[in-house]
């Protein structure tokens, strides 16, 4: 009966004979609607013998903290929004990560490291296959592909900018040339013209060879002035107009080169088996073949044009520089100062007199 008082103060939770709490309605409600039920915020548990067979005792006494641990209570700190939102984020990411399977990059991780490795690639792949056709012809175990009247024309274009070269060569060595004898016939006319006035007796013998010295020099700065005129126009045509079109020529037997390549790897292809697994390489090859078969067509059409225009172009300007050319040594030589004047007042050469000032800017233009 002395446990009595004590039993009254606590809390008794009734349980079965196998430890587990008794769930039966009026128990249940009795435990957490009585005055003495467990407030677990501020009080331990303990347990009583549980050896016994009807039933077990749990009693609340009051909490009084661990001696480890401080006893004076530690406020509560709120997490900031910016710091709240980030975790949330992240939180997204990683259920992103985790429910979405594979990882998939957007365009701008694509961009311009993806594109560059792409490029990469199909110059190595053209360039292999370029240079693995390039040394079959050379081999003599690669077909090509040969327009006869094309390729004619380009062999004729070839030959006659070596030519033209050849005539820009030796005309250039003509001016040089010519300038070094004018440069003499004005010093042996001055060397005539210093005699006559000390020679009494043969003024005018020494006169007349000064005269005629340094008449002469005057025509070859005439005659010089349509050669170079001469040399710059035909240099022009060859080293820019010629040279254009030599570059599309270029584009052009390249052009040839991927066709032949790509045709003979399709070719490759269809003579082996024909599968699940090679039809998509196949279908591929096809595709690069059909490419590159219309970038010949288109650059083959370009150079016959372009080669159509060039003669023509050719043709109009070589005819007034051989004109040109013929008139001006032909009035030199025959000692014809007007007519010599005459031609390059017909294709508006200007001379530029030795020792003169360089024209201005104005004037050029």
Known sequence: MAEEPHRSSAAEIPVTSNGDLDQNPETVFQRDSGPGALNLSESCVTSSNFSSTTEGIIESVPYRGSASLPSSPVAPVAPSSAVASRLARSTSDSQTEKGGGALVLSDDLKSPAMEKLDLV???????Y???????????????RTVDMELEAQIEVLRDNKRKYQHVIKLAQTLANQLSQIMQTQRQLGDAFADLSLKS????????????????????????????????SSVNTLVEKTIEDTMLNIKQY???????????????????GPRDAATMPKIEQ????????????????????????FLEENKVKVL???????????????????????????????????????????????
Request: glycine share 6%.
């Open 200 to 231: 009494p007796e043969l003024h005018e013998e020494f006169g007349y060879n000064a005269d005629t010295q340094k008449l002469l020099s005057k025509n070859g700065e005439t005659l010089l002035g349509a050669i170079n005129f001469f040399i």
């Open 129 to 143: 296959k370029c240079t693995r056709q390039i040394l079959s012809e050379k081999l003599g175990r690669g077909s």
């Open 319 to 365: 005819h007034n520089q051989l004109i040109l050319f013929h008139n001006a040594i032909a009035a030199y030589y025959a000692g014809n100062q007007q007519q010599l004047e005459q031609t390059l007042k017909q294709f508006h050469i200007k001379l530029k007199m030795p020792g003169g000032d360089s024209p201005s800017w104005l004037e050029e233009h």
């Open 121 to 127: 690639r199909k110059w190595s792949i053209n360039t």
């Open 253 to 271: 037997e390249i052009a040839r080169v991927e066709y032949d390549a790509y045709r003979t790897d399709l070719e490759e292809l269809n003579l």
């Open 285 to 308: 090859s096809q595709q690069q073949f059909q490419i590159h078969r219309e970038k010949y067509e288109k650059m083959r059409n370009d150079v016959s044009i372009k080669l159509k």
